[in-house]
């Protein structure tokens, strides 16, 4: 049975992760701040998880959690653009260093492979689609910084440290459990969260903006063959996506449909910073991990309105 810690485990994907490697039979330690996550996300799992509240800037309550541990996931951050747009300092600490932070940890402690959380930020505004992990990186925000030097930080502890890493570029990632209740809260629950009240939801721009929409399960997916390839995969940076696109107004369109919601989106000025189209090629997640989708968007969106 193998020892597991996740970072961020009481957030949205963080405690999916949770849940499934319970599920496997996994020991699981729970790690988070509760600063944005929530322990409701864990609920029914207390008995069968250890739960640590600490923080991944913390030395001390990072080698502890990593001690005896075979695999850390590494979810735990401020996962906003806008909001380290606010303040590039303040989301720094959680998002940079504390990936250093958790790899120093983890190599101290000897654990055999650590799986990031990165994010399709790192490919910016370069136009070129579907997005490959062989384009040089063009991050914008401060944000998207984070995320990519935290790869260059894993590929050099791979280097140098010969920690086994693998960073999972995800891609707009949805499901249950994720919070709507924010401006920067993601674009598939805002709308549902809203609509399913009655509510219009606004839509930046002229709706044809498109993202490759994720379901969760795929990631979940994606970090369980993570720890499993083979050590070719180590140091590796893959996307995690469907490698299809769906437009806002398509989204909002699907969604009207299985809700029997019969408003209009407002349409407002695109949001700045904004990218125009995101759409993953996940041919090498394939290749090297095994990676398949096995939610699409349409039943992704099912899975997720069906618990409303
Ligand atoms: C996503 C990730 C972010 C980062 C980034 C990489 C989420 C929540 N955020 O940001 O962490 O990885 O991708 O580029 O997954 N929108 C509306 N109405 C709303 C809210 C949003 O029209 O009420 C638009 C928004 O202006 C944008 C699109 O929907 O054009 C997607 O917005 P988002 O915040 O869900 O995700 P994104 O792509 O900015």
């Known amino acids: 049975m193998s020892r597991v810690l996740i970072t961020g485990a009481a957030g949205f994907i963080g405690s999916h992760l949770v849940h499934s490697l319970a599920a496997e039979g996994a020991q699981v330690r729970a790690f988070d701040n509760l600063s944005s996550g929530n322990l409701e996300n864990l609920s029914g799992l207390r008995d069968r998880i250890e739960f640590i509240e600490g923080d991944v800037q913390d030395p001390d309550a990072t080698m502890a959690a990593c001690r005896g541990v075979d695999y850390v996931f590494h979810e735990a951050a401020i996962p906003s653009v806008p909001k380290s747009v606010a303040d590039p300092i303040g989301t720094d600490g959680p998002n940079l260093k504390g990936t250093l932070q958790m790899l120093e940890a983890a190599r101290t402690a000897g654990v055999k492979r650590f799986v990031f959380a990165a994010s399709s930020a790192a490919y910016g505004n370069n136009p070129e689609l579907p997005k490959r992990e062989d384009m040089i990186p063009e991050p914008v925000s401060p944000y998207a910084v984070?995320?990519?030097?935290?790869?260059?930080?894993?590929?050099?502890?791979?280097?140098?440290?010969?920690?086994?890493?693998?960073a999972l570029r995800y891609f707009n990632i949805f499901g249950d459990r994720q919070d709507p209740s924010s401006q920067y809260s993601g674009v598939l629950a805002r709308f549902i969260s809203l609509m399913s009240g009655g509510e219009c939801p606004t839509i930046f721009g002229d709706g044809e903006t498109s993202r490759d929409f994720t379901h969760v399960d795929n990631v979940v997916q994606a970090n369980l063959l993570a720890v499993r390839a083979p050590s070719k995969a180590s140091g590796g940076v893959y996307n995690i996506a469907t490698g299809h696109r769906v437009t806002l107004n398509q989204a909002f369109d699907a969604i009207s449909r299985v809700l029997g919601f019969e408003g209009r989106p407002n349409y407002l000025p695109e949001r700045e910073g904004d990218i125009r189209h995101s759409v993953a090629d996940i041919s090498r997640a394939q290749d090297v991990l095994g990676y398949r989708v096995s939610v699409s968007f349409e039943e992704g969106l099912e899975k997720m309105l069906r618990r409303d």
């Open 146 to 166: 984070q995320k990519v030097a935290s790869e260059l930080y894993m590929s050099s502890y791979a280097q140098v440290f010969g920690l086994e890493t693998v």
